[in-house]
């Protein structure tokens, strides 16, 4: 098992023609930052995130995280995929982050987010695709400023969320009046030097798509605790070595409040976030355990408990 199947990055092209992409730790297929692609013709399936990852780099805000819109242009990719068979990854089928795409005559489906994500400056022509049962919907369009993306020719079905959903930055991500001038001296991640709102371009949508079947809830509950979902009966049946576990537990849900006596006050071990003690002495887990509050209660500072109708030791860690 690989980290990724594929991967050109920093003026590197990859021609990736024919292949049985399977199985790898991250992307199936990665391009960029600053890659060229060329895939067509493939099998990608089964990798533990996107099956085709394609964008440029990341800008990071405090705190280690990036937000939509949030890559250098500098350093986008451009790739062609074409007549690739996208499925069964752990992510989305494909996902931009930053770029010039063409996606033409896949089959995108059964992927466990979208079959398609698009952001962060990402102009994409997805035309004549087949997309179909993924889990979160078809095609998801984020933040992507002054780029394009058009959708012609595709038929987007059966999927549980929306066949596609763009969203619309104007309103929510506006910068307020007296940020503007602030603007002028200190750079927003993912923002250049002309720009002084986030926004996204429209969406072009021609009305020769197919779209049907889609925003259904079809994915089928557990008979016995009812929380469990599944999208078939297959994979009800390969998902219950793991689930029959957990089914009896969440057929009863309790919630239970603890007072936690001996823990220390939060100026001793984490000064600098400094929560309020009483929040630090809550512990609240779920449990079906009958005879709680019942019995002997223990003492204050030992480290055993004991259960009420067993005779097992339980060691507190």
Same mark, same amino acid.
């Given at each position: 098992?690989?980290?990724?199947?594929?991967?050109?990055?920093?003026?590197?092209?990859?021609?990736?023609?024919?292949?049985?992409?399977?199985?790898?730790?991250? &992307?199936?297929?990665?391009?960029?930052?600053?890659?060229?692609?060329?895939? $067509?013709?493939?099998?990608?399936?089964?990798?533990?995130?996107?099956?085709?990852?394609?964008?440029?780099?990341?800008?990071?805000?405090?705190?280690?995280? $990036?937000?939509?819109?949030?890559?250098?242009?500098?350093?986008?990719?451009?790739?062609?995929?074409?007549?690739?068979?996208?499925?069964?990854?752990?992510?989305?089928?494909?996902?931009?982050?930053?770029?010039?795409?063409?996606? %033409?005559?896949?089959?995108?489906?059964?992927?466990?987010?979208?079959?398609?994500? =698009?952001?962060?400056?990402?102009?994409?022509?997805?035309?004549?695709?087949?997309?179909? %049962?993924?889990?979160?919907?078809?095609?998801?369009?984020?933040?992507?400023?002054?780029?394009?993306?058009?959708?012609?020719?595709?038929?987007?079905?059966?999927?549980?969320?929306?066949?596609?959903?763009?969203?619309? =930055? &104007?309103?929510?991500? =506006?910068?307020?009046?007296?940020? %503007?001038?602030?603007?002028?001296?200190?750079?927003?991640?993912?923002?250049?030097?002309?720009?002084?709102?986030?926004?996204?371009?429209?969406?072009?949508?021609?009305?020769?798509?197919?779209? %049907?079947?889609?925003?259904?809830?079809?994915?089928?509950?557990?008979?016995?605790? /009812?929380?469990?979902?599944?999208?078939?009966?297959?994979?009800?049946?390969? /998902?219950?070595?793991? /689930?029959? &576990?957990?089914?009896?537990?969440?057929?009863?849900?309790?919630?239970?409040?603890?007072?936690?006596?001996?823990?220390?006050?939060?100026?001793?071990?984490?000064?600098? $976030?400094?929560?309020?003690?009483? &929040?630090?002495?809550?512990?609240?887990?779920?449990?079906?355990?009958?005879?709680?509050?019942?019995?002997?209660?223990?003492?204050?500072?030992?480290?055993?408990?004991?259960?009420?109708? $067993?005779?097992?030791?339980?060691?507190?860690?």
């Amino acid at each position: 098992m690989l980290n990724m199947g594929v991967d050109a990055r920093n003026g590197g092209l990859a021609e990736v023609i024919g292949c049985e992409i399977r199985h790898n730790q991250s &992307h199936g297929i990665a391009i960029g930052p600053m890659g060229r692609g060329f895939v $067509t013709g493939n099998t990608i399936s089964d990798n533990g995130q996107e099956g085709i990852w394609a964008g440029g780099i990341l800008l990071m805000i405090p705190g280690g995280r $990036t937000t939509d819109g949030s890559t250098d242009a500098s350093g986008c990719s451009i790739c062609t995929i074409t007549e690739n068979i996208i499925c069964n990854n752990g992510m989305s089928g494909i996902s931009f982050d930053g770029g010039i795409y063409t996606v %033409r005559g896949n089959r995108i489906f059964d992927n466990w987010f979208w079959g398609l994500m =698009a952001k962060s400056r990402s102009s994409v022509n997805i035309e004549n695709n087949d997309m179909f %049962r993924n889990k979160c919907g078809g095609i998801r369009i984020g933040v992507i400023f002054s780029a394009v993306v058009s959708v012609d020719s595709n038929t987007i079905r059966d999927h549980s969320g929306p066949g596609i959903f763009s969203s619309n =930055a &104007h309103e929510n991500d =506006a910068l307020p009046n007296q940020l %503007r001038e602030i603007k002028k001296f200190i750079k927003i991640p993912g923002m250049i030097e002309d720009e002084v709102e986030i926004y996204s371009a429209p969406l072009l949508m021609t009305t020769r798509n197919m779209l %049907r079947n889609n925003d259904q809830d079809i994915l089928k509950k557990c008979g016995k605790c /009812h929380k469990a979902a599944y999208c078939s009966k297959e994979c009800q049946i390969e /998902h219950w070595r793991k /689930h029959k &576990h957990m089914c009896e537990i969440l057929l009863h849900e309790y919630i239970i409040d603890i007072q936690m006596l001996d823990t220390k006050d939060t100026k001793e071990t984490l000064v600098w $976030t400094r929560m309020p003690k009483k &929040h630090m002495m809550i512990l609240r887990f779920r449990s079906p355990l009958p005879g709680i509050g019942k019995g002997k209660p223990p003492e204050r500072k030992s480290s055993q408990v004991y259960c009420k109708n $067993t005779d097992r030791k339980i060691i507190q860690s």
